[in-house]
């Protein structure tokens, strides 16, 4: 089959459905990376750039286009100060050493310096006192909720390490795969309402610091070509339990896409369709571990209502759980009633692994 950009040779194909030569791959990915950042936001000469990198695939791909990037002589330039973040921490000793090892040698290739934060530096600086050290690692009995903490504080760790080295931009490597599968995951654990900002290209939860993913219109299979041709070198991630719902949702995106190539685009081009609308949201209505809005007594029954009286009705207690619904008690009376692990500055998600990590029945 031929290249579908130069008519030579095709060495791979996407989809099972166009081909490319080695050239014109790598071309076409570089375009549409820099083109997914064009498109969406407006990048200035002064901006300074936090790179996470976790020595996977996606993260180590990210880096190679984003330095091949910064170094060209043309108008494509891409005019950024990258900064490059490594969180240790959160793997077994040998696997830190060897993403550790790998990225530092990366940074030596590309003449530059990687800093490296440990996840237990992390300071909680809300209202919920939290532990990581010691409740993150006893969450064992529950990797669903595990990741989902994990993978917040990490969030929260890029946008205080960005503050201090004065970054306004936050450079993470979703690709639409990885994107696709979240977007579900969030749908499942009850963080819908959270897609605009998980999902999207641009988080903007935070008013100082925008967090960007230039790769969510890359695929996974893409990212293998390019590592094959680029000679790059990653270090397999196993860090999702098989025993999580993100693994589960994994498996099945990966499944569909197999027989229906068309499923991770479609389910992100829907993803780009949800929002909510803008309000002006006071810093006591944010969740204090994800940042997101608490809007949860705006309306006259909310869905974790609902879900809170039907746990009360199926305890027995129902004589109180009648009067709650006919407003005899206050709001903040009914919602501790009705949901006791609900934590009031913590949105629906977020009070669920709270409760798991004070060992609390949820």
């Known amino acids: 089959m031929k290249c579908k950009k130069c008519d030579s040779i095709g060495t791979l194909a996407i989809r099972k459905e166009y081909f490319f030569c080695d050239d014109c791959f790598l071309s076409y990915v570089n375009h549409k990376f820099r083109a997914c950042i064009g498109k969406n936001t407006k990048i200035k000469p ?35 100060t990258p900064v490059l973040l490594h969180i240790t921490g959160l793997k077994n000793d040998s696997l830190n050493q060897r993403n550790s090892q790998l990225l530092h040698d990366l940074s030596k290739k590309y003449n530059t ?4 934060v440990n996840i237990n530096d992390y300071k909680w600086k809300n209202t919920v006192d939290l532990n990581f050290c010691t409740k993150f690692l006893g969450l064992t009995h529950n990797p669903t909720a595990k990741l989902d903490y994990e993978a917040k504080i990490k969030q929260n760790l890029y946008y205080e390490v960005a503050k201090e080295m004065e970054c306004n931009l936050i450079f993470t490597g979703e690709t639409n795969t990885t994107l696709a599968q979240n977007l579900l995951s969030n749908i499942v654990m009850g963080r819908g309402s959270q897609v605009e900002n998980d999902i999207g290209f641009c988080d903007g939860r935070n008013c100082n610091v925008k967090l960007l993913r230039p790769m969510r219109d890359l695929s996974v299979e893409e990212l293998d070509h390019y590592k094959r041709i680029k000679k790059l070198d990653s270090v397999c991630d196993t860090n999702i339990s098989v025993n999580s719902i993100q693994k589960v ?6 499944e569909l896409q197999t027989n229906s190539p068309a499923t991770i685009s479609t389910i992100c081009k829907t993803a780009d369709k949800l929002g ?9 209505q944010i969740c204090s571990l994800c940042q997101s809005n608490l809007d ?14 039907s746990k009360r009705i199926s305890s027995g207690d129902i004589s109180k759980a009648i009067k709650i619904c006919s407003n005899e008690l206050d709001n903040v009376e009914s919602s501790n009633f009705l ?3 609900y ?13 798991e990590l004070n060992n609390t029945s949820v």
Do not use: Q
């Not at 310096?113 to 490296?116: T, Y």
């Open 276 to 284: 909510t609308a803008a309000k002006d949201i006071k810093e006591s």
């Open 339 to 341: 949901f006791p692990d």
């Open 113 to 116: 310096v990687i800093n490296e």
């Open 46 to 80: 002064k901006d300074k750039a936090l790179l996470c990198l976790s020595g996977g695939s996606s993260s180590i791909v990210l880096l190679d286009l984003v330095m091949n990037s910064v170094s060209l002589e043309t108008h494509k330039k891409l005019r950024i």
């Open 296 to 309: 949860v007594h705006n309306s006259k029954l909310t869905a974790i209502e609902a879900i809170s009286f």
């Open 249 to 254: 949702i994994s498996n099945f995106v990966d």
């Open 343 to 355: 934590n009031i500055t913590l949105c629906y998600c977020c009070s669920k692994t709270y409760s």
